[in-house]
């Protein structure tokens, strides 16, 4: 079965500064691998996508993800943190068991400091 | 176009009750998943309606379930509710049910059990 591992579930950048979120799956076959961000209060939005071609992936809001098979990582990055960047975010992997069904990291919470 | 749409937003119900809760999937698509998402045990899979077809389940007793009708809006039940129901659920839809399909969140339901 496939999984997925999100590394902290809390995280603290500066306003302007780097964010990196880990995300590592497990899969036996080939992963489709998604990124959603949760804000307060809200459902999940999409912020990327990984099927296949090319393995750095651009998404809305500045946010992009590379996606690394000899490390079975899809670590999401922004160059330049911003306030309104704070919220929850959710790394899926795309597993098939009958149809298709996501299956969800645990979820990262992601606050700025300004 | 419009996004999915849950109701009601919010909802307080005592033990024993049971509850439905709705999802209306954007327009043409045909795909209705639905999550359980809780502190502790973050976003679980509870099953999959396409076609008024339930195509898969997760491991939830038999006091969740779903249906969908002809028009792709979908209801799940909870019956005999326990403390432990309280969560917020999430409805995705998609247009269909392949691997790369991407799932688009409503705002959720949140139910309190008390």
């Known amino acids: 079965a496939q999984s997925v591992t999100q590394l902290g579930s809390h995280v603290s950048v500066s306003e302007g500064a780097l964010v990196l979120l880990r995300c590592n799956y497990s899969?036996?076959?080939?992963?489709?691998l998604f990124w959603y961000v949760q804000y307060p209060n809200q459902g999940l939005q999409l912020l990327l996508k990984y099927t296949t071609g090319a393995t750095l992936v651009k998404g809305i809001n500045g946010f992009e993800a590379e996606f690394k098979k000899s490390e079975t990582s899809f670590h999401l990055t922004k160059p330049s943190a911003h306030m309104s960047d704070a919220a929850e975010y959710f790394c899926a992997v795309s597993e098939r068991s009958g149809t298709y069904k996501y299956i969800f990291g645990t979820g990262t919470r992601l606050k700025v400091l300004a | 176009k419009a996004g999915v749409t849950q109701t009601p937003r919010y909802l307080i119900k005592t033990r024993g009750q049971q509850v439905t809760l709705s999802c209306s999937p954007i327009?043409?698509?045909?795909?209705v998943s639905w999550y359980q998402q809780t502190p502790g045990q973050g976003l679980q899979f509870l099953f999959e309606?396409?076609?008024?077809?339930?195509?898969n389940k997760g491991n939830f007793p038999g006091r969740f379930s779903g249906r969908q009708f002809s028009n792709s809006r979908s209801e799940m039940n909870v019956s005999t509710l326990e403390l432990g129901d309280s969560a917020l659920y999430l409805c995705a839809s998609s247009l269909e049910t392949g691997r790369t399909d991407t799932q688009y969140f409503g705002p959720g339901t949140r139910l309190t059990v008390l």
């Open positions: 309606y396409f076609s008024e077809t339930q195509r």
């Open positions: 327009s043409g698509h045909r795909s």
């Open positions: 899969s036996s076959v080939p992963p489709y």
